[in-house]
């Protein structure tokens, strides 16, 4: 089992930036691929970012290439999402994930609200 949780989150106005952070306990963290996934109100849950159990494998959605940065500390059991240059279509509950199976993401944090205002 594995425990994610979420924090981070909040209102922020366009033009600014954030940063999520997704600690994990439970399993030895750096075993396994994490990712971000956001779904707006009404929309899909849609992946952002995914980062390899060392970093050195990176996906970005197209939406937040060169606006947002995946990275791990292993150390700290904690992967994070920065987000620069946020867009109020970047409003959405964001989730972390982790794949234990190395197929699918198993396990899911609780979320955290983000809302950009413009």
């Known amino acids: 089992q594995v425990q994610l949780l979420v924090s981070g989150g909040g209102l922020a106005q366009a033009g600014v930036s954030l940063r999520l952070s997704c600690a994990a306990s439970g399993r030895t963290f750096s075993n396994y691929g994490m990712g971000w996934f956001r779904q707006a109100s009404g929309k899909e849950r849609e992946s952002v970012a995914a980062?390899?159990?060392?970093?050195?494998?990176?996906y970005y959605a197209d939406s937040v290439k060169g606006r947002f940065t995946i990275s791990r500390d292993n150390a700290k059991n904690t992967v994070y999402l920065q987000m620069n240059s946020l867009k109020p279509e970047n409003t959405a509950v964001y989730y972390c994930?982790?794949?234990?199976?190395?197929?699918?993401?198993?396990?899911w944090g609780q979320g955290t609200q983000v809302t950009v205002s413009s």
């Open positions: 994930a982790v794949s234990t199976t190395g197929y699918r993401y198993d396990y």
């Open positions: 980062i390899n159990r060392i970093g050195g494998s990176i």
